[in-house]
């Protein structure tokens, strides 16, 4: 393994190059076209068949020499953010309004690059490689057209990364069991019935039935859930009304919950949606509530974890695994990839004290990484890959 980083060495150009161009020409979620035309250019160039999932989803798919019926799924999500790049950076996004926040650049960057490797070593390799390049993360969506495709058919182990700013340059993160939350999305409907403010008593104010329900819906997670279990209701929109002196007819809240078990996912929902009808009640509205299901929790394998971990270990010498690292409760739906079969999603440190915007969080304006992290990157795919498969 320690000739494969001398190896993984000579794609830092190509790494470079590729994730400042991926950065240039961010696309929205389910809009990733041009994304996923270079994609299947350089999947072409390195001689990996390919197809469309979706829109915009592509499947790559690379079968060693040896035989084997071993089947190994690498992932990377490609779509960009509704955010406007703030930064002095060269490679400073060409699209107003949209930006790579999250390092999905860097993910599709690294994983194309070790495409290019492994296509490279096809005669070591015993088995099959997919590599899934997924679009529509941000938005809990991407996974199902490839679940839907059988993607997941035969595949042994699944693998993928994200960048992790909160780690410093040259650490991977690998926490067996939990890491990510489950994410879903609610929007609540208020009716009421309007009439002048001055006569509060002739109508139903859906403004202020809405202002109560975030109220007693934040409410709900220090009162009827143990404070010993993360977890986060959160609303981000309120839509009322269309004049000062008159009572909202409608009012429409957007928010999230963030929970960490099947059963707090469950009972959160339940507990919302009483509390939503009832307080509506009391004031006469009716408001009803709709759920998005955005992920799933990622569940890291424990075994799978020891696997790369080792890898690293044995290559780059103790300490450069976080096996700890604080579980997040962003959501991440390669978790719907680790349910169904064994896997782990790494923790890629991305942070350097000499770039302090590598420092900064993830969906930040000014977000960047230190693009040496992506030399890591790509040895964990190519790495991993050549161990399973060997």
């Given at each position: 393994?320690?000739?494969l ?182 929007t ?33 997670r220090?009162r ?39 059963e707090?996912?469950?009972k959160?929902k ?39 971990a ?8 103790k ?72």
């Amino acid at each position: 393994m320690s000739n494969l980083v001398k190896e993984v060495e000579t794609v830092k150009s190509y790494l470079i190059e590729t994730r400042r161009e991926f950065h240039q020409n961010p696309e929205l979620s389910l809009k990733e076209f041009r994304t996923a035309s270079r994609i299947e250019e350089e999947l072409t160039k390195f001689g990996i068949k390919h197809s469309r999932v979706g829109e915009t989803g592509v499947l790559g798919i690379l079968k060693g020499d040896k035989p084997s019926d071993k089947v190994l799924l690498l992932r990377a999500d490609i779509d960009a953010l509704p955010i406007n790049e703030v930064g002095a950076v060269e490679y400073i996004s060409k699209n107003p309004g949209v930006m790579h926040a999250c390092g999905h650049d860097a993910h599709t960057t690294c994983l194309l690059a070790a495409a290019k490797i492994l296509s490279e070593k096809k005669s070591e390799i015993a088995g099959e490689v997919r590599f899934v390049f997924q679009p529509a993360e941000e938005i809990g969506k991407g996974t199902q057209p490839f679940i839907e495709a059988n993607v997941l058919e035969g595949v042994d182990r699944v693998f993928g990364l994200h960048c992790a700013p909160d780690l410093p340059l040259g650490t991977v993160g690998l926490t067996p069991k939990l890491n990510n939350a489950a994410v879903d999305h609610f929007t609540i409907s208020v009716k009421g019935v309007s009439s002048h403010v001055s006569l509060p008593h002739k109508g139903v104010d859906a403004l202020y039935v809405a202002s109560e329900i975030v109220v007693a819906v934040q409410a709900l997670r220090t009162r009827l859930n143990s404070p010993l279990e993360p977890m986060i209701i959160g609303i981000g929109k309120f839509n009322a009304g269309t004049t000062y002196n008159a009572l909202a007819a409608n009012a429409v809240l957007e928010g999230t919950t963030r929970t960490i078990s099947k059963e707090s996912r469950a009972k959160i929902k339940t507990e919302i949606n009483r509390c939503v009808k009832n307080i509506a009640e009391i004031y006469g509205a009716t408001a009803t509530v709709e759920w998005e299901g955005f992920t799933g929790p990622v569940i890291n394998d424990p075994e799978v974890c020891e696997e790369v971990a080792a890898l690293v270990d044995e290559t780059f010498g103790k300490g450069h695994v976080v096996k700890d690292r604080e579980v997040s409760l962003g959501g991440d739906n390669f978790a719907d990839f680790i349910e169904e079969k064994k896997g782990a999603y790494a923790y890629l440190g991305t942070s350097s004290d000499t770039k302090p915007c590598t420092k900064l969080p993830l969906h930040s304006d000014s977000f960047d990484l230190d693009e040496e992290a992506m030399l890591k990157g790509t040895w964990l795919h190519v790495a991993y890959a050549l161990w399973f498969l060997a």
